[in-house]
């Protein structure tokens, strides 16, 4: 059990208590195709090596490259202790990086993701402001039944996050939070 909130725990609650407990109690390991190719893609964007993958390239060239990478902020927020991890973070600027491969993204869904506004809400807690920007960058991705591979399509997309959208953030970790312990003290009980 972790005594914090992240987002992909507030996720995976929202999306299934079950596996909540699966992972987060139990420690069962989440892994398929999505995950493996969008770290393999992380790694080689990491190292900034050059690579053999003229897409990779491609990312080197549109994904910005930040100050910090997978950078951390915990903070406090409704009473419950948050970390949050980010792909990007410049500092100085207040600015939130984040990298995805995979589904079709577009402005709108941009605009409504949760994940952001968490790392938003982050921000918020521990500077005392919004965040300046919100870049969050897509790489076109295409399957062909267990391998994936970069199109070379690279798209960024700049969203912002209103003092609304971090209370009603802050509001839903606090509720959760309540929710996810309660659970984890009814599947304690059972063991």
């Not at 393999?40 to 990779?56: K, T, Y």
């Not at 600027?93 to 968490?118: A, M, N």
Request: charged fraction near 30%; glycine fraction near 6%; hydrophobic fraction near 35%.
């Amino acid at each position: 059990m972790r005594p914090y909130l992240s987002w992909s725990q507030l996720k995976c609650f929202e999306d299934s208590p079950k596996e909540y407990i699966e992972r987060y109690v139990y420690g069962k390991q989440l892994s398929n195709k999505y995950i493996e190719f969008g770290k393999q893609v992380a790694q080689a964007m990491e190292h900034r090596e050059e690579q053999h993958d003229p897409a990779i390239e491609i990312l080197k060239t549109h994904f910005k490259d930040f100050p910090s990478r997978e950078h951390k902020i915990t903070a406090t927020v409704s009473g419950v202790k948050i970390l949050s991890i980010m792909d990007g973070f410049d500092e100085a600027k207040l600015h939130i990086g984040e990298y995805k491969t995979g589904k079709s993204w577009d402005k709108s869904r941009v605009e409504q993701d949760g994940q952001l506004t968490f790392y938003a809400m982050a921000v918020h807690a521990k500077y005392k402001k919004l965040p300046k920007r919100i870049t969050l960058y897509w790489a076109e991705t295409i399957e062909d039944g267990d391998q994936m591979a970069l199109t070379g399509r690279v798209e960024a997309f700049e969203t912002s996050r209103s003092i609304k959208d971090v209370k009603a953030m802050a509001d839903r970790v606090g509720f959760r939070w309540k929710q996810i312990q309660a659970l984890i003290k009814n599947e304690l009980k059972k063991v």
